[in-house]
């Protein structure tokens, strides 16, 4: 079973919050990805990050920002929350060089009103 | 624009029955076409993949048929299980790449 976890599960909140998803895994991998995940709707890459103070926007365009200051945390924040956002968020990790193998946590909803 | 495309979006099947979903793609680029399983409540979970080296592959009851001239490639789950009730993603990818691309997932119902 993998070893990668997301706080919160789930997050209702109201518009123009400020809102942190975590994400930490400990298995020592390098890449860690967040995906933006609708009904119906293919898994989008958003962000994605190589390493300590690596961090690279993905496909999809997000107002959400990045950051990773150590190896395990990859925390995504959204400063001023919309409607917009609601979705599910899927952070995944991998070990560098392993090609396509990724390691999902079990997500955070996010419901704006 | 859509990297791979998956069929069909849900599909019923009795216990026992075979379910197949299909994928395809056009990026001749890619070399690694995985497949994940994903659970409600639950991240997706690499569940086979296959390099388009080899024209099949098998992992117990699930299958991957790669068919490189086509671009395509399926997953059939044999003897299915009402466990197997679950959302299937393809995905596909190339070496060195940052991402893997996704399909838009096949809900699979088996009935008991």
């Known amino acids: 079973e993998a070893d990668i976890y997301q706080t919160p599960r789930y997050l209702v909140i109201g518009t123009g919050k400020k809102i942190t998803l975590e994400c930490s895994q400990t298995?020592?991998?390098?890449?860690m990805y967040w995906y933006q995940q609708d009904p119906g709707m293919e898994l989008h890459l958003i962000h994605y990050?190589?390493?300590?103070?690596?961090?690279e926007k993905g496909d999809l365009s997000s107002e959400s920002t990045v950051s990773r200051i150590r190896t395990e945390h990859f925390p995504l924040t959204l400063e001023s929350a919309r409607p917009s956002h609601t979705s599910q968020y899927l952070c995944?990790?991998?070990?560098?060089?392993?090609?396509?193998?990724?390691?999902f946590g079990e997500g955070s909803r996010l419901t704006v009103l | 624009q859509q990297q791979v495309k998956q069929s069909p979006q849900s599909l019923i099947v009795q216990k026992g029955g075979i379910p197949i979903i299909n994928c395809a793609y056009e990026?001749?680029?890619?070399?690694?076409f995985p497949w994940y399983q994903q659970f409600p409540g639950k991240g997706p979970a690499l569940l086979i993949a296959?390099?388009?080296?080899?024209s099949e592959k098998k992992e117990g009851r699930f299958t991957i048929s790669f068919n490189k001239s086509a671009k395509q490639f399926s997953l059939h789950i044999m003897d299915s299980q009402p466990g197997d009730s679950a959302t299937y993603f393809c995905?596909?990818?190339?070496?060195?790449?940052?991402?893997?691309?996704f399909g838009t997932g096949t809900r699979l119902t088996v009935i008991p």
């Open positions: 995944a990790s991998r070990r560098q060089g392993n090609t396509g193998e990724l390691f």
């Open positions: 298995m020592g991998h390098d890449k």
């Open positions: 990050s190589y390493g300590v103070n690596s961090t």
């Open positions: 990026n001749t680029a890619f070399d690694y």
């Open positions: 296959i390099r388009p080296d080899v």
């Open positions: 995905a596909a990818s190339m070496t060195g790449a940052n991402n893997l691309f």
